[in-house]
């Protein structure tokens, strides 16, 4: 039975007299014990996607169209009761810069065995402390370290403790969006491989978000590759990484260093053609590349006819009419 299912979704931003649309017809499966990661460059939605799972979008921002199911059910038809019996019992989301966010004057063990005491009141603290600890243990936090505040934590240390708390539930799926943010390459290898131990250890389904290709490949089976609000790309890791059939997805590569004698050249800005996309993400219905600008591949055709998505196998599949040919070049 598949986890989560997303099908068709828009959401858009009321901005003064504008509306604004971050998401566009995006649509996803995810099954249990699964990864999948979304990637791309800030402002492509990817973060507005992960809010909505958990109808945590702001006021200024309503789902224009499609659905989200998980475990079968509508989330935006659910009660706030239903809802909040879901929330962090069976998804729970580690939120950009949440280790910025604990309560300074409250012990940090305290603070993550409280999640667990509000879904089950009849669990004693004492209890949720020792689970607190089993956890804390698990992700890397040594026992004399339980029971500091925030303040004697390290940035690294602090995103151990969120990721506890983001697991003490158990949930079924973790929505992780930029987990590693402010973190240095050596600290943030330790914390991705934390969360892959976990993910294996708890056989949780997770979503995982970055700008970073390189980390997603890291963590992934699946990777969707986003750009203006539309995924435009979508396969399994190994896919995305030796075929990419999309510029912008080359483009991603092309800027990630590497040791590999592969590469893949960096498409050139086509100023000219900047006009062309000046109402991306407003209301207005369409199916033009939302690469338009950025797109050495560009013809005429791709300008004056709706993109479509092509299959290129099961699980790799591109929104580009211009794709043909040998895909490595």
């Known amino acids: 039975m598949?986890?989560?299912?997303?099908?068709?979704?828009?959401?858009?931003?009321?901005?003064?007299?504008?509306?604004?649309?971050?998401?566009?017809?995006?649509s996803f499966s995810?099954?249990?014990?699964?990864t999948l990661g979304f990637v791309g460059e800030s402002g492509s939605g990817k973060t507005t996607i992960g809010m909505s799972l958990l109808r945590l979008l702001p006021e200024n921002a309503s789902v224009l169209s499609g659905?989200?199911?998980?475990?079968?059910?509508?989330?935006?038809?659910?009660?706030?009761?239903?809802?909040?019996?879901?929330?962090?019992?069976?998804?729970?989301?580690?939120?950009?810069?949440?280790?910025?966010?604990?309560?300074?004057?409250?012990?940090?063990?305290?603070?993550?065995?409280?999640?667990l005491l509000i879904h089950h009141p009849k669990m004693s603290k004492r209890d949720a402390l020792a689970r607190t600890a089993q956890l804390f243990e698990s992700v890397g936090?040594?026992?004399?370290?339980?029971?500091?505040?925030?303040?004697?934590?390290?940035?690294?240390?602090?995103?151990?403790?969120?990721?506890?708390m983001a697991l003490i539930c158990q949930p079924l799926l973790l929505i992780a969006d930029e987990p590693t943010t402010a973190l240095d390459v050596i600290v943030q290898g330790q914390i991705l491989k934390?969360?892959?131990?976990?993910?294996?250890?708890?056989?949780?389904?997770?979503?995982?978000?970055?700008?970073?290709?390189?980390?997603?490949?890291d963590v992934c089976h699946d990777i969707a590759v986003m750009y203006g609000g539309r995924i435009i790309e979508a396969g399994q890791r190994s896919e995305i990484l030796e075929t990419p059939a999309h510029p912008y997805t080359r483009m991603l590569l092309a800027s990630n260093l590497t040791l590999?004698?592969?590469?893949?050249?960096?498409?050139?800005?086509?100023?000219?053609?900047k006009a062309?996309?000046?109402?991306?993400?407003?209301?207005?219905?369409?199916?033009?590349?939302?690469?338009?600008?950025?797109?050495?591949?560009?013809?005429?055709?791709?300008q004056a006819t709706p993109q479509k998505w092509m299959v290129l196998s099961s699980s790799h599949r591109v929104f580009c009419n211009n794709i043909a040919g040998d895909l490595t070049k």
């Not at 989560?4 to 998401?23: H, Q």
């Open 30 to 34: 995810l099954e249990p014990g699964k």
């Open 67 to 115: 659905s989200i199911r998980f475990e079968g059910r509508d989330v935006y038809s659910l009660s706030d009761e239903s809802l909040r019996a879901i929330r962090w019992k069976k998804i729970a989301m580690i939120f950009q810069a949440a280790m910025n966010a604990l309560n300074p004057v409250q012990r940090i063990n305290e603070q993550v065995a409280e999640a």
């Open 260 to 273: 590999s004698d592969h590469s893949f050249d960096m498409p050139t800005v086509h100023q000219s053609r």
């Open 194 to 217: 934390v969360i892959r131990a976990i993910q294996q250890e708890m056989a949780i389904a997770m979503i995982f978000i970055s700008h970073d290709i390189s980390v997603v490949a």
């Open 2 to 26: 598949t986890l989560l299912d997303v099908s068709n979704l828009s959401i858009g931003y009321r901005l003064r007299d504008r509306l604004i649309k971050a998401v566009d017809s995006v």
């Open 141 to 164: 936090i040594p026992e004399n370290r339980h029971a500091d505040y925030p303040h004697q934590y390290s940035g690294g240390m602090k995103q151990r403790a969120i990721i506890a």
């Open 276 to 302: 062309n996309i000046r109402h991306l993400g407003s209301t207005k219905e369409n199916d033009m590349c939302p690469f338009v600008c950025h797109c050495r591949q560009i013809t005429d055709h791709c």
